[in-house]
Every structure is written in structure tokens, then in C-alpha cells.
């Protein structure tokens, strides 16, 4: 049995107050190609809580997510200035490698995406890209567990770790590539729009699931849905044109919003 | 162009009745491709019926099916002939085999460079001449087995005679890799991108992401691409016959000059009597390559659509 200190919310919000930033952005500008994708983005991302990053479509908010495991590196075209710290360190910087970036900044995607391999070997496949040495078949299982556990999905699936992970719902799958993440004992886990390919039932799973790992994790999640910022986060970031436009707690920015544009946005007149 | 309503019923039904050119069109455009569709068929059986019909009478009263597999001597011209192929089967079985050694590191590799590695341009070039490679005639290879690999191994490996299983091999080997190449290729580029996606941002390496799972889903598409391969290598005959020397012994190594079946045929149809015993095994010989051939593509073929069901 694995026991998971349960937060109360409250209790999340003086913590994000206390501890260092999980990511600060700095003078970031990304262009894909010619084309600019981000301006001078300035962001601190408190830890331990939710922020939620909404705006348009091709406002930017997904590429600056995809710039905080630098996953935005696959396409070879991509041009990226200024700095990104995750827990103080720059993982642009010389010394850093992508690889290890990767290990502490998790990324859930927008189609779940689990490997075509049994659930077992999903859920360890990135512990085994990073250990330093073999883990005891014993030491495995309690990973497997464990991250199986946090996300909800241990007790659905114990009885067939062996099957491939492709044949799951998609609900599974989600929190399946969510539990995949943790065996690597990220701070950040990112999250591109991760309940825009379930229905309403397997989103609203998720979502709790989400805000169960708040406090564990600080997470950053892309959204298109108003109503699910809304709900499932502690802060908002509006971005519009590859820029910041306001970054509140979310109840402040859904009851009083500083910008125009954002008014403008979270009442729906365009976007 | 402007159309008038159709106000009564009559008109209506005209209209309605009415075959445009796009119709007639559409009719000669279905006839023709499936013309084309069914002569495919018509062809394979065609061959069958014409190389089994060659063969037959010989095959069915004279031959002894163990002395054509197992026998070791091959002598139709002289008294008693014999027909024994199993110089040939083992002549083409090590070929084959010193082909696949040459050509399946060298077409992964290509195939995964070109797939995962290369980008835009240079990728585009190398897709380019891969195909060219392939396009290079069979007696080009067979010439550059006779006046480049034989005197290369003669001083290499300071063996007598440079035509040999070895020479055949890399011949036959450089031959099948385009093509292979762009068979594994394609199997690589199959493989879903999420799934790269997926490994990368769990911190996988260029490599890893390639070994962990690109390969393995990639595998029954790669397999494919080897049986197609082997087809290519068990079929080729001109080069083979320029390179192998072309003895009638089983080899023992690969510096033994080696006789296929493809080459035997070749070398002995134009001077068998049409007719003749010598002329209907050799036909015997043509049977049993299309039915080896046969095997190895409905094997290749079963191997993907297996994995394209589950």
C-alpha cells in the first residue's frame, strides 16, 4: 500500500507562497522559422499549485509549454532566446541537457499517446531511460504500483500490467501517461490540453485526478476550456499573440479581469 | 452553362436518364482498371500454366523428386543423365545468405538514417538515390563482380579465383539493399510520430527512441522488407552467373565458385533441344524457383497484414 499525504487546499496556497518559483521565464522569444511564436515572454510559476494557460488558438500558449521540457526542439526549425529556470536552474543553459530536462519536466499530450508496449513496461519506460543502474524486478513492481496508485488507476488495472497499454480507454491511457511520468520524480508536469480528445465523463476524471497530484507536483496546463480553467486551477495565465496579457489567481481574473482583452476572451467575444 | 427548370414530368425524366461525358468517362475509366486489375491475375497464371506444361510430362514420368533435391550431380548430357540440383539449392541458399548478411545492416542503416535522421533536402536526395541505385542494370553488377570484386578478393583474401560465393554475395547483397532500403523505410515512417513524441519527452535519446520503439513497432514491416530481399537475391540471375563462377559443386566455403539455380537455367536453355529432357528439367528448375519465390512473398505478405489486423 502506498499512502499519499493528502493537502488541503489552503494549505497548497501558503506552500506555493514559501517555496522558489517551479518555473520563471525570462525574455523568452521563440520563432518557428521566420514566423515568432512568443515576444518577450516574462512568467513565474508558483509551485505546488495549477496554472492554467488559456488564450486563443495560435496565441502561443502551447508553444511555451512545449518550451518548458524544450520537446519544441524536435522540429529542427525552432529558434529559442532568452532564459527558462525550472526550481532556479536554467534548463536552456550550456550545462543543461535536454535529456535530464525531460526527467524533471514531465509532459502529458493532447491525444493520450501510451507506447505500444504492455502497461507495465509504459509505466517504467522512463525509469529505465534514466536509471543509473538495473532495478530489482521487486523494486519495479513497487514503482509500477505506486505510480499506478497515484493517478487512480491502480486498482482497474492490476490484474493485467501485462497488456498492452493500446488497448485501454482513453481515459486509462490518459492517466496511464500521466503514472508514466512519475516513476522519474518530476517537479513539473505539463499538460497540453490533456482532456481535449475525452468525453465529458472521462474529463471530469481526469481533472480530479489533476487536481489530487496538486501540491505533489506543480502542473501547467494548456486549455481551451473556460469552464475547466475555471475549476481546475489556482492561478490563470492569458496569452494573446505570443504574449502574456495577465497572469491572476483564477477567481480574480474570472470575477475581475485587469485587461480588456481578457474580459473580452473569458466572456467569449472572440477566440 | 445555364440550365432551364424542369417544369413537367416528362422533362424531368429525361434529364434524370441523361448520361453526361463525365458518366462515359467514369464507365471507360473502371473498365480499364480492372482490365489492368485482372490481367495481373490472368499473367501469374499464365506463367504458372506455361512453365508447368514445359515441365510436366518429364516431371510427372522421369523425374525423381529426391535425386532432383538431394542429388549432387548434374549431368543432363551425359549417359544416364542425372538431375541432381542440390549444387544449385545450396549454390543459391549461400548466396542468398552472404547477400542478406551484406544487405540487411547496410539498408537498416540507410533505411534509418534517411527516416530518422536526415531532414528536408538532404533526405530528399538520398530517397532519390537510393531509387537510381536500384535502377542500375543487372549486367552492370555482373561486370563490376567480374573486373572490380574478383581481383579485389583475389589480393584480399589471396584465393585463386575471385568468382565465387563471396563475390556473388556482395554483389547480389548491393543489389537487393535499395530497395530494402526503401521497403524499411517505409516501415519506419509507419511507425506513428506520437510515439517518438511520446519516448522523447520521457527523456529518450535520438538512439533510444529508435531501439526502444521504432524498431520493434517497425519489425513486421523490416521482416517484410528482408523476405522481399531474399525474392530479389533468389531471383537474380545475370550478375549471379558473371560473379559466382558458376560451378556445379555445393560450396564449402564462400571462396568455392558456386552454380545458382537462376544461372543454370541461363546458361543451359539455349543449349537444350526444346523438348528434351535436359529442356524439361531445366523447366523442373524454373517450377521450383516460382514456387520458393511464390512462398517468400505470400510470407512477406502475411507478415504485414498480420500486423495491420491486430
Same mark, same amino acid.
Given at each position: 500500500m502506498v499512502d499519499l499525504p493528502k493537502r488541503r487546499p489552503d494549505e497548497?496556497?501558503?506552500?506555493?507562497?514559501?517555496?522558489?518559483?517551479?518555473?520563471?521565464?525570462?525574455?523568452?522569444?521563440?520563432?518557428?522559422?521566420?514566423?515568432?511564436?512568443?515576444?518577450?515572454?516574462?512568467?513565474?510559476?508558483?509551485?505546488g499549485i495549477v496554472t492554467a494557460l488559456?488564450?486563443?488558438?495560435?496565441?502561443?500558449?502551447?508553444?511555451?509549454?512545449?518550451?518548458?521540457?524544450?520537446?519544441?526542439?524536435?522540429?529542427?526549425?525552432?529558434t529559442t532566446t532568452g532564459t527558462i529556470k525550472v526550481l532556479g536552474e536554467d534548463i536552456y543553459g550550456e550545462q543543461a541537457s535536454r535529456i535530464q530536462v525531460r526527467a524533471h519536466v514531465g509532459m502529458v499530450f493532447q491525444r493520450p499517446n501510451p507506447l505500444p508496449l504492455s502497461i507495465r513496461d509504459n509505466v517504467l519506460f522512463g525509469h529505465r531511460l534514466h536509471a543509473t543502474r538495473h532495478s530489482s524486478r521487486a523494486d519495479e513492481d513497487g514503482m509500477v504500483e505506486q505510480a499506478l496508485r497515484e493517478v487512480l488507476l491502480w486498482d482497474r488495472v492490476k490484474d493485467r500490467l501485462q497488456h498492452k497499454a493500446t488497448g485501454l480507454s482513453l481515459e486509462e491511457q490518459q492517466k496511464l501517461c500521466i503514472a508514466r511520468l512519475l516513476p522519474t520524480k518530476p517537479t513539473v508536469l505539463l499538460m497540453d490540453e490533456p482532456c481535449s480528445a475525452l468525453d465529458p465523463e472521462?474529463?471530469?476524471?481526469?481533472?480530479?485526478?489533476?487536481?489530487?497530484?496538486?501540491?505533489?507536483?506543480?502542473?501547467?496546463?494548456?486549455?481551451?476550456?473556460m469552464a475547466q480553467a475555471r475549476r481546475a486551477s489556482d492561478e490563470c495565465v492569458f496569452m494573446l499573440m505570443g504574449r502574456v496579457v495577465e497572469h491572476s489567481a483564477t477567481e480574480a481574473m474570472f470575477v475581475s479581469p485587469q485587461q480588456q482583452q481578457t474580459s473580452d476572451y473569458i466572456e467569449g467575444r472572440f477566440g | 452553362m445555364t440550365r432551364t427548370p424542369t417544369s413537367t414530368h416528362d422533362s424531368l425524366a429525361r434529364e434524370l436518364a441523361r448520361r453526361d461525358a463525365a458518366w462515359w468517362r467514369d464507365l471507360a475509366a473502371r473498365l480499364a482498371v480492372s482490365i489492368g486489375g485482372v490481367s495481373t491475375i490472368l499473367f501469374i497464371v499464365a506463367i504458372f500454366a506455361f512453365i508447368g506444361s514445359q515441365g510436366f510430362e518429364f516431371a510427372w514420368n522421369r523425374l525423381s523428386w529426391s535425386e532432383l533435391f538431394f542429388g549432387t550431380r548434374w549431368e543432363p548430357t551425359v549417359s544416364p543423365p542425372t538431375y541432381g540440383a542440390w549444387a544449385m539449392i545450396a549454390g543459391t541458399a549461400w548466396i542468398t545468405a552472404v547477400a542478406m548478411l551484406v544487405a540487411v545492416p547496410l539498408s537498416f542503416c540507410a533505411a534509418v538514417y534517411i527516416g530518422e535522421f536526415a531532414t528536408g533536402r538532404r533526405r530528399e536526395w538520398l530517397k532519390i538515390l537510393v531509387e537510381l541505385l536500384a535502377a542500375i542494370p543487372s549486367v552492370v553488377w555482373g561486370v563490376i563482380g567480374l573486373q572490380v570484386f574478383n581481383p579485389m578478393i583475389q589480393s584480399v583474401f589471396g584465393v585463386q579465383i575471385g568468382l565465387n560465393v563471396l563475390n556473388a554475395g556482395l554483389i547480389l547483397g548491393l543489389m537487393a539493399a535499395p530497395i530494402m532500403t526503401t521497403l524499411a523505410e517505409d516501415a519506419l515512417k509507419a511507425v506513428p510520430d506520437s510515439y517518438r513524441e511520446a519516448a522523447?519527452?520521457?527523456?529518450?535519446?535520438?538512439?533510444?527512441?529508435?531501439?526502444?520503439?521504432?524498431?520493434?513497432?517497425?519489425?513486421? +514491416?523490416?521482416?517484410? =522488407? *528482408? $523476405?522481399?530481399?531474399? /525474392?530479389?537475391?533468389? +531471383?537474380?540471375?545475370? =550478375? *549471379? $552467373?558473371?560473379?559466382? /563462377?558458376?560451378?556445379?559443386?555445393?560450396?564449402?566455403? *564462400?571462396f568455392d565458385s558456386a552454380a545458382t539455380l537462376t544461372a543454370t537455367i541461363a546458361a543451359e536453355l539455349g543449349e537444350a533441344a526444346?523438348?528434351?529432357?535436359?529442356?524439361?528439367?531445366?523447366?523442373?528448375?524454373?517450377?521450383?524457383?516460382?514456387?520458393?519465390?511464390?512462398?517468400?512473398n505470400l510470407l512477406a505478405d502475411r507478415i504485414v497484414r498480420g500486423r495491420r489486423r491486430s
Open positions: 497548497v496556497l501558503v506552500h506555493a507562497k514559501e517555496a522558489p518559483p517551479a518555473i520563471e521565464v525570462a525574455r523568452l522569444n521563440l520563432w518557428y522559422g521566420k514566423f515568432q511564436a512568443l515576444h518577450d515572454v516574462d512568467l513565474t510559476i508558483k509551485s488559456i488564450g486563443p488558438s495560435g496565441c502561443g500558449k502551447s508553444t511555451l509549454l512545449r518550451s518548458c521540457n524544450r520537446i519544441n526542439e524536435r522540429l529542427g526549425y525552432v472521462a474529463t471530469s476524471a481526469v481533472e480530479d485526478l489533476i487536481w489530487d497530484l496538486r501540491g505533489h507536483y506543480s502542473i501547467l496546463i494548456v486549455t481551451h476550456n | 522523447e519527452a520521457l527523456g529518450a535519446t535520438r538512439w533510444q527512441v529508435i531501439y526502444k520503439v521504432v524498431l520493434p513497432h517497425a519489425r513486421p +514491416g523490416l521482416s517484410a =522488407a *528482408v $523476405l522481399l530481399g531474399i /525474392g530479389r537475391a533468389f +531471383g537474380e540471375t545475370i =550478375a *549471379v $552467373l558473371m560473379a559466382s /563462377g558458376h560451378t556445379l559443386m555445393a560450396p564449402g566455403s *564462400v526444346v523438348d528434351s529432357d535436359h529442356y524439361q528439367a531445366l523447366f523442373v528448375l524454373g517450377l521450383v524457383l516460382f514456387f520458393i519465390t511464390f512462398a517468400i
